[in-house]
C-alpha cells in the first residue's frame, strides 16, 4: 500500500500562487507514475498533471500549460505542484494520486491523497 498526504490549498485572489504538496509513503517503490487531478462542484475529476518518479516524462492538461508546474523530491518522497497565475476557474479541490506508471487517467491511478481545496477569487 501506499499512502498519500496531500496539503497546501487555500484561498487566492486571481494573478496569485500556491504550492501543493504530496507526501508519499509506504511501498513507493510500486509505484512510479505520480499525479495531480482536480474536481470542482458538479463536475468530473479532471487531470491537471502528473509526471514519473523514475524520470523526466511530464504531461500537463492544456488548461495549466505554462501556469504550473509539477516536481519531485525523491529525498523526501515529496510531489509537488507550483501554481501560477491562478484563475478563478481552478477553483477545485485538487488530489494527488499515483500508479504503477505515468498516465492521464484517473481510473489508472491506485492511490489518492484526500484532498486538498483550492479556491481562487476574482
Known amino acids: 500500500q501506499v499512502q498519500l498526504v496531500d496539503s497546501g490549498g487555500g484561498l487566492v485572489q486571481a494573478g496569485g500562487s500556491l504550492r501543493l504538496s504530496c507526501a508519499a509513503s509506504?511501498?513507493?517503490?510500486?509505484?512510479?507514475?505520480m499525479g495531480w487531478f482536480r474536481q470542482a462542484p458538479g463536475k468530473e475529476r479532471e487531470f491537471v498533471a502528473a509526471?514519473?518518479?523514475?524520470?523526466?516524462?511530464?504531461y500537463y492538461a492544456d488548461s495549466v500549460k505554462g501556469r504550473f508546474t509539477i516536481s519531485r523530491d525523491n529525498a523526501k518522497n515529496t510531489m509537488y505542484l507550483q501554481m501560477n497565475s491562478l484563475k478563478p476557474e481552478d477553483t477545485a479541490v485538487y488530489y494527488c494520486?499515483?500508479?504503477?506508471?505515468?498516465?492521464?487517467?484517473?481510473?489508472?491511478?491506485?492511490?489518492w491523497g484526500q484532498g486538498t481545496q483550492v479556491t481562487v477569487s476574482s
Open positions: 494520486a499515483a500508479a504503477r506508471a505515468i498516465g492521464t487517467v484517473a481510473g489508472a491511478y491506485d492511490y
Open positions: 509526471r514519473s518518479w523514475s524520470g523526466y516524462r511530464l
Open positions: 509506504g511501498r513507493t517503490y510500486s509505484v512510479d507514475g
